[in-house]
């Protein structure tokens, strides 16, 4: 499969946790971008069928339907989208309403991934989110009327948070009977209010050992209501897996379109300019805006391979590490796999190695044993 990823940097306004490439701008930049950005898919038009396209950020949203629509025509104007792709668009609660919704359904996108990230209004405060919980479930309202696929996110770790305010999120995530449900524990970054006022010890963050319990409850429990778990991070009704993302975790080609977004083609790994403003200048200047980050060596490959391989339920898959490689993958690992499940942290079982639930919790030091 190929996919396409769309990077749309701007929001309503930026969260205290959020290091990613995104801001705050005016109606006058966000058009000069669409531009920019339609005439960069338009000079990469290739006859590749495309399976997935994600729309991220940023908030996506804080574009109006119009200009949505004209970045999706010019996708289908410049690569086959197959019939039954899986089109994705993020979106924040704050930024969507019934209309804006019906809207999205319009122009195509069948999947709505929301930003919820809590149902507790003073924690989305600390946050820095727009919107508040009553906004939340209406928004996952509204979504379930245009769309058969929604996801949210939810995060743990917060400022504040307590062990039962995590039980509370879960179970009233799963009462809205959505397909899908994304959690992330919360880093602090350098560049970030967070990482500011951790730095200043004015953040009273949640302890070690409570985290650990707010993990365990999310990923016990989500189970027990309905979501498989097919990622280190991911949960799912059967048959609502993001196609998109498990195209990144099998070594998918995907195209990156946008400023600071990246591209991958099995052989090289490529990002464009972050910077909005020179994104823009560039490419009204017809000069070009993404360069090379990685040349990917086989050993390179055969440990990508292996990491995210292993953050699926599914890990890795002997017979496909033959194929790919020419190797036997016990040849290359077999004195790492076997710490490992003396550990507890691996299985191999069926010709497939992949984590135990303790795994799934120490992903990174599994993952560290792989490096070549």
């Not at 995104?22 to 006859?47: F, Q």
């Not at 396209?53 to 690569?79: C, D, M, R």
């Not at 003396?342 to 044993?369: C, P, Q, W, Y």
Request: proline share 2%; charged share 25%; hydrophobic share 40%.
């Amino acid at each position: 499969m190929t996919s396409i990823y769309i990077h749309i940097p701007f929001c309503a306004a930026k969260c205290n946790y959020c290091a990613f490439n995104s801001k705050v701008s005016g109606d006058d930049e966000r058009a000069a971008y669409v531009d920019a950005l339609t005439t960069e898919i338009k000079n990469c038009a290739a006859p590749e069928k495309i399976s997935t396209i994600y729309f991220g950020g940023g908030t996506p949203t804080i574009l109006n339907l119009a200009q949505l629509e004209k970045i999706f025509h010019a996708v289908e104007g410049s690569f086959f989208v197959e019939d039954d792709a899986e089109i994705t668009v993020e979106a924040n609660p704050g930024t969507v309403d019934e209309n804006f919704l019906r809207g999205l359904k319009k122009i195509g996108f069948n999947r709505l991934s929301l930003g919820v990230q809590s149902f507790n209004d003073e924690l989305l405060k600390i946050l820095g989110r727009i919107h508040d919980s009553r906004g939340a479930l209406e928004t996952i309202h509204f979504a379930k009327n245009f769309f058969d696929n929604v996801s949210i996110d939810l995060m743990y770790g917060l400022p504040n948070q307590t062990l039962e305010d995590v039980r509370r999120a879960v179970k009233i995530s799963a009462a809205q009977k959505i397909q899908h449900i994304s959690i992330y524990g919360l880093e602090i970054e350098p560049k970030t209010n967070f990482g500011r006022l951790h730095a200043e010890k004015k953040l009273n963050l949640p302890d070690e050992i409570s985290c650990e319990k707010m993990y365990d409850h999310i990923t016990k429990n989500l189970p027990k209501l309905g979501y498989r778990r097919y990622e280190i991070s991911n949960f799912a009704r059967d048959g609502f897996e993001s196609r998109h993302n498990l195209g990144y975790w099998t070594g998918a080609k995907y195209f990156g379109f946008g400023a600071g977004a990246h591209g991958y083609d099995g052989k090289f790994r490529a990002s464009n300019i972050a910077d909005v403003a020179t994104y823009i200048k560039k490419i009204r200047a017809g000069e070009n805006v993404s360069s090379v980050e990685e040349i990917i060596t086989r050993s390179a490959a055969i440990e990508e391979f292996c990491f995210l391989g292993l953050r699926t339920a599914e890990g890795l898959n002997a017979q496909k590490f033959f194929n790919k490689f020419g190797e036997n993958i016990l040849d290359v690992y077999g004195k790492v796999i076997d710490k490992n499940i003396k550990l507890g942290l691996l299985e191999n079982s069926g010709g497939r190695i992949f984590l135990t639930e303790r795994g799934m919790k120490f992903g990174n030091v599994v993952f560290a044993d792989f490096l070549l």
